[in-house]
Nanobody, 123 residues
Framework: QAQLVESGGGLVEPGGSLRLVCTAS????????MSWYRQEPGNPGKGREL???????????NYADFVQDRFIMSRDNARNMVYLQMNNLKPEDTAVYYC?????????????WGQGTQVTVSS
């Protein structure tokens, strides 16, 4: 069955960097666009916030405005992995980060989600 596993989260000081990794299995990874989302802990009313999306081939990435050139998303279709390099982290980046594999078949959207990885930015 389809599975996504995120890793690389942790505690970092403001201005620091982390690289998140999402490893996919059980589906044709190269046929799915990939997105990173985040959700603030203890604030379920806000919902998940889209961080970045990468296309199938990995040559096009769209970022949320709040990223402000600090994050870089990439993918390796040979390894079934997607990455989020996060630089110049701020306390407001503290959240659980999730990867999402998605595609449309006609009007029907299929999503696979990982379990999330915690990122805490604090001094």
């Amino acid at each position: 069955q389809a599975q996504l596993v995120e890793s690389g989260g942790g505690l970092v000081e403001p201005g620091g960097s982390l690289r998140l990794v999402c490893t996919a299995s059980g589906f044709t990874f190269s046929s799915y666009a990939m997105s990173w989302y985040r959700q603030e802990p203890g604030n379920p009313g806000k919902g998940r916030e889209l961080v970045a999306t990468i296309n199938l081939s990995g040559d096009r990435v769209n970022y949320a405005d709040f990223v402000q050139d600090r994050f870089i998303m990439s993918r390796d279709n040979a390894r079934n992995m997607v990455y989020l390099q996060m630089n110049n982290l701020k306390p407001e980046d503290t959240a659980v980060y999730y990867c999402d594999a998605w595609k449309y078949t006609g009007y029907d959207r299929t999503d696979y989600w990982g379990q999330g990885t915690q990122v805490t930015v604090s001094s």
